[in-house]
């Protein structure tokens, strides 16, 4: 099956120094890119969308000035995380999409755990 | 009232118990249906598709009730390899996108 890599794999920052995610998908090439964000008990929530080439479709209530997202290539799509702060520790997940395959069909990153302290 | 809705659990069970997860939905619009476990501190895997004839993949079946905006997962003769938690996901089409709506989950705890 497809592959989708994250790295880091999990991060600790100080408050107010700013992060950066990378996603690749490894064998195929993703003409769109999710971004999810877990908290601990708490569904993935969908922060952002992302074609290649093109600027991100950020969801209600995300930030975009504070969440980069960056889709430069066909298989890497970069989150920073700018001036992070405690409640910004979560899990991220990006998940990845090839669309000659399925319209629905995505597939996950192993996540990056993020701590702020 | 979130958009997916699922009983959180945990279920303890015992090897070879029958157990039953249920999961709704609000949104009408919804167009696809799915099951994924994600197990601790992991990436979520696609378990299977959910349909209104229902779907049966060796111990397990998925099933699909529109009118009631109803899914369920049915998971016979647990194993202690089936612990993890069950997310229940819809697709909904949004802003030029299908996106992947996920439930808080349901975590299964299977015991010896």
């Known amino acids: 099956g497809a592959v989708v890599s994250q790295h880091p794999s999990w991060v600790i920052c100080k408050s107010g120094t700013s992060v950066k995610i990378e996603c690749r998908s490894l064998?195929?090439?993703?003409?769109?890119m999710f971004w999810y964000r877990q908290f601990p008990k708490q569904s993935l929530m969908l922060m952002a969308t992302?074609?290649?080439?093109?600027?991100?479709?950020?969801e209600q209530g995300v930030e975009k000035d504070k969440f980069l997202i960056n889709h430069a290539s066909l298989t890497l799509s970069t989150l920073t995380v700018t001036s992070a702060h405690p409640e910004d520790s979560s899990f991220y997940i990006c998940?990845?999409?090839?669309?000659?395959?399925?319209?629905?069909?995505?597939?996950f990153g192993p996540g990056t755990r993020l701590t702020v302290t | 009232r979130k958009e997916v809705e699922q009983d959180p659990g945990p279920f303890n069970v015992p090897e070879g118990a029958t157990v039953a997860f249920n999961c709704t939905y609000s949104?009408?619009?919804?167009?696809?249906f799915f099951w994924y476990r994600q197990d601790c501190r992991k990436e979520p895997k696609l378990l299977m598709s959910?349909?209104?004839s229902g779907n049966e993949d060796g111990r397990f079946t998925a099933q699909l009730n529109r009118a009631s905006q109803y899914i369920s997962l049915l998971i016979r003769d647990s194993k202690l390899s089936d612990s993890a938690t069950y997310l229940c996901?819809?697709?909904?089409?949004?802003?030029?996108?299908?996106?992947?709506?996920f439930g808080a989950g349901t975590r299964l705890a299977v015991h010896p």
């Open positions: 998940s990845a999409r090839e669309f000659e395959t399925s319209k629905y069909e995505q597939y």
């Open positions: 064998d195929f090439q993703a003409t769109t």
């Open positions: 992302s074609n290649e080439g093109s600027k991100a479709t950020y």
């Open positions: 949104n009408s619009a919804s167009q696809s």
């Open positions: 959910v349909y209104s």
């Open positions: 996901v819809v697709i909904r089409y949004s802003g030029g996108y299908n996106k992947l709506i």
